[in-house]
C-alpha cells in the first residue's frame, strides 16, 4: 500500500480508500451478508487500506464497526457523514450532533476522524455555514470528531457549485469531490482552492459504469459530443476510448480509470466500493499501478477540456 497525508489534517492515510456506499454499499444492496460485507472491509485493512468511508445514510455504519472490532484504533481511520437535510427539512445543529453520536455508537467507537456534511444541493449553503458548522465545531471541541469536512452531489452539480459556493468559508479540513476521465472540472475550479488552503482531497466517482459498460460509455459520448462538450473529431463513438489500452499497459477501462485520478495531484484518497474480496483485490492492483503514458493521460486532459455535464453515472 501506498500512504500520503490528507491535507491539514496530518492523518497519514492509504491512497486507496474503503468506500461503504455507492451502489453496492459493501454488497448489501446485491445480496451480501453482514458477515461477507464484514469480511470486506478485513480484507481491505488486510491489504493496507487504513481509510474507510461510510455514512449514516449508507446503512453500513455497523458493519464497518464489526469489522473493525478488535483493531487498535490509532491504525484506521474512520469517516462518516450526516445530512443536512432530511425529508427536505433542515437539519438543526442539535440534530447533527446527535446524529453524530448515533453513528459513532454504531461504528463502536468514540470518535470519527472525519466527519462529513453530506451532500448538500443548491439553496442549503447558508444552512450549512450558519446552523451545521458550529456544531461540527462542537463535536470537534468534544473530541467526537477531529477533522470538519464536506462531500458535494456530484450525480445533480457536475460543475461543483455548491462545493465551490461552500470554500467561500474556510473551514473544511476534508473536501470529497466528484473527478473520472469524463468529468476533470474540478482540476480547474476546486482543486487549485484545496491545495492552495491544503484541504485533503477524497476522490468520488472515479469508476462508475460508464467505465464498465461499453453501451452506456458511448451513450454518454455521444451526449457530450452533442452538446458541443465534446469534439466529434476527437473520438470514435463505436471505441470512445480505445486508443487508451491500445497505447498504455491497463488491462481495461476501470483499471485506466482509476489509474487516472490515483495520480491527479490534486487528489489524496482514491475511494473505491465493492462486496466482493476478488473486485477488491483487483481494484487495489489497479489505483497502485504507475500512471498512464503521459501521452494518453495528456490525450484525454485535451478531449476532456470542456466536458462539464457527466458524471460517468
Request: aromatic content about 6%.
Amino acid at each position: 500500500m501506498e500512504f500520503t497525508t490528507l491535507g491539514r489534517t496530518g492523518l497519514r492515510v492509504s491512497v486507496v480508500g474503503m468506500g461503504c456506499g455507492g451502489a453496492s454499499r459493501l454488497g448489501q444492496a446485491y445480496g451480501n451478508s453482514e458477515a461477507e460485507s464484514v469480511a470486506v472491509v478485513r480484507r481491505a485493512m488486510e491489504l493496507g487500506i487504513n481509510y474507510i468511508d461510510t455514512a449514516e445514510a449508507y446503512r453500513t455504519e455497523e458493519i464497518v464497526g464489526k469489522a473493525i472490532a478488535g483493531v487498535a484504533r490509532d491504525q484506521i481511520f474512520i469517516s462518516t457523514k450526516g445530512n443536512p437535510y432530511k425529508e427536505a427539512a433542515p437539519v438543526s445543529a442539535g440534530e447533527l450532533v446527535a446524529g453524530c453520536e448515533a453513528s459513532l455508537r454504531r461504528l463502536g467507537t468514540d470518535y470519527v476522524d472525519v466527519y462529513h456534511i453530506h451532500g448538500p444541493k443548491q439553496g442549503q449553503t447558508q444552512h450549512v455555514l450558519e446552523e451545521l458548522v458550529p456544531a461540527l465545531e462542537t463535536l470537534r471541541t468534544q473530541g467526537k470528531i477531529r477533522a470538519t469536512a464536506i462531500s458535494e452531489h456530484f450525480s445533480t452539480d457536475t460543475e461543483h457549485s455548491v462545493l465551490l459556493d461552500l470554500f467561500q468559508a474556510d473551514v473544511w479540513d476534508v473536501a470529497m469531490v466528484g473527478y473520472n476521465i469524463l468529468n476533470q472540472t474540478a482540476n480547474r475550479t476546486v482543486f487549485p482552492i484545496t491545495q492552495a488552503r491544503s484541504i485533503g482531497t477524497e476522490c468520488m466517482f472515479a469508476v462508475r459504469k460508464a467505465f464498465s459498460r461499453p453501451d452506456h460509455l458511448r451513450a454518454v459520448l455521444a451526449e457530450l459530443v452533442e452538446k458541443g462538450e465534446v469534439s466529434a473529431e476527437e473520438i470514435d463513438l463505436e471505441n470512445p476510448l480505445g486508443f487508451v489500452l491500445d497505447e498504455s499497459d491497463a488491462a481495461d477501462l476501470t483499471e485506466a480509470a482509476y489509474r487516472f485520478c490515483r495520480h491527479e495531484p490534486g487528489l489524496d484518497i482514491i475511494l473505491m466500493g465493492t462486496g466482493s474480496i476478488d473486485h477488491l483485490e483487483t481494484n487495489v492492483r489497479s489505483l497502485l499501478c504507475p500512471p498512464l503514458p503521459g501521452p494518453v493521460t495528456e490525450r484525454l486532459q485535451r478531449i476532456f477540456a470542456h466536458a462539464v455535464s457527466a458524471s460517468g453515472s
